[in-house]
Nanobody, 125 residues
Framework: QVQLDESGGGLVQAGGSLRLSCAASGLIFSEYSMGWFRQAPGKERDFVAGISWTSGRSPNYADYVKGRFSISRDNAKNTVYLQMNNLKPEDTAVYYC?????????????????WGQGTQVTVSS
């Protein structure tokens, strides 16, 4: 079955960096577009970033992470990454990766077929 395993979360001070990883199995990774979402306590799940399986499309970012976060993927390792720099306390959330077949990236979570269990990111002030 399809499995997405996130890792790399943790506790970091404001201004610090973390790199999240999401290792995929059970699917043809190179045919799936990948997204990162986050959910803070008491809030809805929000889109963070997405990357198509085709290099012909630029990654998509939510406005509140542009210039600070960077998404990338390594198809040889079946892994998508989220590099997070200049972290802020408001970035505190559980971060999830998600996968959907095809070339398009969507900000709507319901467009994605598979989800990981999430990894906690906590940014202290």
């Amino acid at each position: 079955q399809v499995q997405l395993d996130e890792s790399g979360g943790g506790l970091v001070q404001a201004g610090g960096s973390l790199r999240l990883s999401c290792a995929a199995s059970g699917l043809i990774f190179s045919e799936y577009s990948m997204g990162w979402f986050r959910q803070a306590p008491g809030k809805e799940r929000d889109f963070v970033a997405g990357i198509s399986w085709t290099s012909g499309r630029s990654p998509n970012y939510a406005d509140y992470v542009k210039g600070r976060f960077s998404i990338s993927r390594d198809n040889a390792k079946n892994t998508v990454y989220l590099q997070m720099n200049n972290l802020k306390p408001e970035d505190t959330a559980v971060y999830y990766c998600a996968a959907r077949p095809g070339t398009l990236v969507f900000a709507q979570g319901q467009k994605y077929d598979y989800w990981g269990q999430g990894t906690q990111v906590t940014v202290s002030s």
